[in-house]
């Protein structure tokens, strides 16, 4: 895990008075860890989270006090959104990233323990859940992105557009509304990648990024856990390569049968995003 220590003064940057307070005179880190747009400052128990405060900020607040006794995920100790902005102060979830080398050389054990995390979130009741990831309202934001050119069609797969795959992301978009699967609802993570699952030993100790969460398709976060899985062992992520590494190993931990089509549909449909 690479940290950017103090690489910004918390003195440079705006924060509302009320969790100011809280977080005054206490050491922190910058985490540079993953793609997330937002601005993440770590300490000891607490991380602060600043970035544009839009519906899934909002729901990402939403749905941390849901889960809270449900799913261990961050507790909300003060949020305020003002001028565009969301500024959220939670608790630290305690442990290493599944993306940390020491489970990465395990793969066995972090295969294993992924498993259990997806199960745990499918095994919660969703009838109250608050909000729902249902695929018509991704494609709905997968077409505003297209739309506006928001589609960074250089971060994506290679074989996804070009020679053998799409000639751009208006004819994927357009894939993707015709090609609709069929949707299993369970609690789904929505960005179930290695750098938002934390274990402890031989524990799941917690789920963070949940900004995209609610009730949606299983295999929505299959396909992500799967990619993430390859690319942190290929090399992909890091640049460190893991032999003999077979991803299809999930699908021996979670009991189900691999399902490509449905993998390749939600792969798909990420890089609108």
Not at 66 to 88: C, D, F, Q, T
Not at 133 to 157: H, M, P, S, T, W
């Amino acid at each position: 895990m690479n940290k950017g220590v103090n690489k910004v003064s918390i003195d440079e940057i705006y924060i509302p008075q009320p969790i100011k307070s809280i977080i005054d005179g206490k050491a922190y880190s910058v985490d540079d860890v993953g793609m997330s747009k937002s601005r993440v400052i770590l300490f000891d128990d607490m991380v602060l989270k600043i970035g544009e405060a839009d519906v899934h900020t909002a729901e990402e607040v939403s749905m941390m006090r849901w889960l809270s006794g449900k799913a261990n995920v961050p507790r909300v100790i003060e949020h305020i959104a003002e001028n565009g902005m969301s500024y959220l102060l939670m608790s630290r979830i305690k442990g290493r990233m599944a993306c940390d080398e020491y489970y990465l050389e395990r793969p066995e054990k972090m295969v294993k323990l992924l498993a259990k995390a997806l199960r745990t979130l499918w095994s919660v009741d969703i009838s109250d859940c608050p909000v729902s990831q249902n695929l018509d309202r991704e494609l709905k934001e997968a077409e505003f992105n297209v739309r506006n050119g928001l589609v960074d069609v250089n971060a994506v797969q290679p074989e996804t557009f070009g020679e053998g795959g799409f000639k751009d992301p208006e004819e994927l978009l357009e894939w993707l509304k015709e090609n609709k699967p069929p949707i299993d609802p369970v609690l789904s993570h929505g960005d179930f990648c290695l750098p938002n699952i934390f274990f402890d030993g031989d524990n799941v100790s917690g789920y963070i990024d949940i900004g995209n969460s609610g009730v949606g398709d299983k295999w929505r976060d299959v396909s992500l856990c799967y990619r993430s899985l390859k690319n942190n062992m290929n090399g992909g992520y890091g640049g460190k390569v893991y032999d003999n590494f077979d991803p299809d190993i999930l699908f021996d931990e979670l009991k189900i049968e691999p399902n490509h089509e449905r993998l390749r549909y939600w792969l798909l449909l990420d890089e609108l995003f």
